[in-house]
């Protein structure tokens, strides 16, 4: 069955320090995966997804078959930043969340 | 609407009485999900929507849950018996196309069920 597994339930780190909020899954295919991003007291939304290779608000996420790995970075984070991350993982007709990182950005 | 809608917003009853709750999708996805989203737990998939069909119910945590849709746009999410575990926040979502489709889902702000 498809995992996705967030290990860290809550991450805290200074501003401008760098972040990486951990995704791990379980899935031997070719899975697309995702990173939604809820800040307070807003919906939750689309952060980034693997396939288009972006950088949004300064986070990237490479995909690392080898590692079963979806890691989200920024090299400096920032205060706005605090939000609950979710890991997202689709393959064949299955999507599946992780538990979540709540990211707090300390000034 | 130009998201998806969510009604009531907050919902408290006592032990035992039903409940539903309700999505509105955005106009023209095909594809609507339900979640659950309790303190301290991540998003716990519920059911989801192809038009007006469910095919997959394996998430629905017992048989006083239940959801329907009809002509394939709002949703009913239905507690019967409501106990205090049920307590949580529900989540809708909806997607342009496909079943659990690699598009993006778009979530409504919820409906913050507490049970007394």
């Known amino acids: 069955a498809q995992r996705v597994t967030q290990p860290e339930k809550l991450l805290s780190v200074f501003k401008g320090a760098p972040v990486e909020l951990k995704c791990n899954y379980s899935?031997?295919?070719?899975?697309?995966l995702f990173w939604y991003v809820q800040y307070s007291r807003q919906r939750l939304q689309l952060l980034l997804r693997?396939?288009s290779r972006e950088s949004i608000k300064g986070f990237t996420a490479d995909l690392n078959k080898g590692e079963t790995s979806f890691h989200l970075k920024k090299p400096f984070a920032q205060e706005e930043d605090s939000a609950m991350y979710y890991c997202?993982?689709?393959?064949?007709?299955?999507?599946?969340f992780g538990a979540g990182t709540r990211l707090t950005v300390k000034p | 609407g130009a998201g998806v809608s969510q009604s009531p917003s907050n919902k408290v009853t006592e032990k035992g009485k039903d409940v539903e709750l309700r999505c509105d999708p955005i106009s023209g996805h095909t594809a609507l999900y339900w979640y659950r989203q309790s303190l301290g737990q991540g998003l716990e998939f519920l059911i989801y929507?192809?038009?007006?069909?469910?095919?997959?119910k394996s998430g629905l945590p017992s048989d006083r849950f239940s959801a329907e849709r009809t002509g394939g746009s709002v949703s009913t999410l239905t507690i019967q018996r409501t106990q205090q575990e049920d307590s949580a926040v529900y989540l809708c979502?909806?997607?342009?196309?496909?079943?659990?489709?690699?598009?993006?889902?778009?979530f409504g702000d919820g409906t913050r069920l507490s049970i007394l």
């Open positions: 929507f192809q038009g007006n069909s469910a095919p997959d």
């Open positions: 899935y031997s295919g070719s899975p697309e």
């Open positions: 997202a993982l689709y393959n064949n007709n299955d999507m599946r």
């Open positions: 693997h396939i």
């Open positions: 979502a909806s997607s342009l196309s496909g079943v659990y489709s690699n598009q993006p889902q778009h």
